[in-house]
């Protein structure tokens, strides 16, 4: 199971962390996590995922710079900064498990529940 929180309001350019806890038998180093997001009417839009160690990871071209996903397997944590916020990146942010670091939302096995990010002045 996996629970975001960090969600909320920020003005344009402001930042926020959100923060992906995995409980249950397994553990989180066993899989690569990715972030997604989803605003209204749109399909779910990769913006990264980082590999079981930590050492790889992948962001979309339209947050490179400003994200950054970093995890902490030892508190079953994966975090993802973002930074130099913009109105269009208001979204549900969710995080989601694979077995392998990729861009396709359907490659992602189970989801968390999603954080509601707003993006406004």
């Known amino acids: 199971r996996l629970v975001e929180s960090g969600g909320g309001l920020v003005h344009p350019g402001g930042s926020l962390r959100l923060s992906c806890l995995h409980s249950g038998q397994t553990h989180i180093s066993n899989y690569v996590i990715g972030w997604l997001r989803q605003a209204p009417g749109r399909a779910r839009e990769f913006q990264g995922a980082i590999s079981r160690s930590g050492a790889n990871v992948l962001y979309a071209d339209s947050v490179k710079g400003r994200f950054t996903i970093s995890r902490d397997n030892a508190k079953n944590m994966v975090y993802l900064q973002m930074n130099s916020l913009r109105p269009e990146e208001t979204a549900v942010y969710y995080c989601?498990?694979?077995?392998?670091?990729?861009?396709?939302?359907?490659?992602?096995?189970?989801w968390g529940q999603g954080t509601q990010v707003t993006v406004s002045s």
């Open positions: 989601a498990a694979s077995s392998w670091i990729n861009i396709d939302p359907g490659n992602y096995d189970w």
